[in-house]
Antibody, heavy 122, light 107 residues
Framework: QVTLRESGPALVKPTQTLTLTCTFS??????????VSWIRQPPGKALEWLAR???????HYSTSLKTRLTISKDTSINQVVLTMSNMDPVDTATYYC??????????????WGQGTVVTVSS | EIVLTQSPGTLSLSPGERATLSCRAS???????LAWYQQKPGQAPRLLIY???SRATGIPDRFSGSGSGTDFTLTISRLEPEDFAVYYC????????FGPGTKVDIK
């Protein structure tokens, strides 16, 4: 059974750096084609893709946020970490991690974590 | 960036009725890399349809997807009480973008 779980602070102050961890099980991120992405959703709004890390450590970022994002992985402990710098109240959202498989053709986000709520406020 | 537009914004229907949701892309999607997700309040999105028309594992056959190029449709043949939710389309062939969502609520 594939599961993902997000963890991190519920509250951060403006200008601080947010660090979120996605801990997963049921698959190996070292397997060719496996990827993990981060997606966020402000309250009452739509989903926004943030970043993706691939089995071969290739990294991809949202064009609008790439200067603030860093994604990394530790396959030995099945974790993916996302940092977002210079947090602002508009970054208040539920942050999700999700798995996708890129086996020759791109794949959708087939399994999602339950999400973690992050509020940015002083 | 590929922009997705969904219509209508809200669809008010009764259980047992047919729901037809539309998703339009700002440019043609290569090889129909188009997915649909269902999201209920307080829950993560759930993959329903990928490749424009393939049902994900465990998704009932009352859900179907169709379309190509720039115009795509999600159809729910007969609404069950658990189907009232928000539905998002997503393209995943050129980075990733989501549509704004269609809320299906009870009439």
């Amino acid at each position: 059974q594939v599961t993902l779980r997000e963890s991190g602070p519920a509250l951060v102050k403006p200008t601080q750096t947010l660090t979120l961890t996605c801990t997963f099980s049921g698959f190996a991120l070292s397997t060719s084609g496996m990827c993990v992405s981060w997606i966020r959703q402000p309250p009452g709004k739509a989903l926004e893709w943030l970043a993706r890390i691939d089995w071969d450590d290739d990294k991809h970022y949202s064009t609008s946020l790439k200067t603030r994002l860093t994604i990394s992985k530790d396959t030995s402990i099945n974790q993916v970490v996302l940092t977002m710098s210079n947090m602002d109240p508009v970054d208040t959202a539920t942050y999700y991690c999700a798995r996708l498989y890129y086996g020759g053709d791109p794949g959708p986000f087939d399994i999602w974590g339950q999400g973690t709520v992050v509020t940015v406020s002083s | 960036e590929i922009v997705l537009t969904q219509s209508p914004g809200t669809l008010s229907l009764s259980p047992g009725e047919r729901a037809t949701l539309s998703c339009r892309a700002s440019q043609s999607l290569s090889s129909t890399y188009l997915a649909w997700y269902q999201q209920k309040p307080g829950q993560a999105p759930r993959l329903l349809i990928y490749g424009a028309s393939s049902r994900a594992t465990g998704i009932p056959d009352r859900f179907s997807g169709s379309g190509s190029g720039t115009d795509f449709t999600l159809t729910i043949s007969r609404l069950e009480p658990e189907d009232f939710a928000v539905y998002y389309c997503q393209q995943y062939g050129n980075s990733f973008t989501f549509g704004p969502g269609t809320k299906v609520d009870i009439k």
